[in-house]
Nanobody
Framework: QVQLVESGGGSVQTGGSLRLSCVAS?????????MGWFRQVPGKEREGVAV???????TYGNSVKAQITISKDFDKNILYLQMNNLKPEDTAMYSC??????????????????WGQGTQVTVSS
């Protein structure tokens, strides 16, 4: 079992920045994980923002308007999402996810087993 706890969301104006964090705990050392950030707006499907594989390979989604950077502190098991120049279209609930995998990773939310509770990001114009 893996537990994921996100933080760092909030309300900002257009052009602002936020840094989301996801602290992972639990069974982290018996296998490696793909981890990622996803977002969802009510009434729409969850979409992949960015994922990072166990070997550090990063894949970004195509629909995010903000300038985003995903990173991971592999020693502390913390996943980050730096978002700069946020747009109102980036308003969503952002969630962290993890799936046991060696190098393999996916932006398909159905592929992930473990999820955090999410952190709300609201960008006003």
């Amino acid at each position: 079992q893996v537990q994921l706890v996100e933080s760092g969301g909030g309300s900002v104006q257009t052009g602002g920045s936020l840094r989301l964090s996801c602290v992972a705990s639990g069974d982290l050392y018996s296998t490696t994980y793909c981890m990622g950030w996803f977002r969802q707006v009510p009434g729409k499907e969850r979409e992949g923002v960015a994922v990072i594989a166990s070997d550090g390979t990063i894949t970004y989604g195509n629909s995010v308007k903000a300038q985003i950077t995903i990173s991971k502190d592999f020693d502390k098991n913390i996943l980050y999402l730096q978002m700069n120049n946020l747009k109102p279209e980036d308003t969503a609930m952002y969630s962290c996810a993890a799936e046991p995998a060696w190098r393999e990773c996916s932006r398909n939310s159905n592929w992930f087993r473990y999820w955090g509770q999410g952190t709300q990001v609201t960008v006003s114009s």
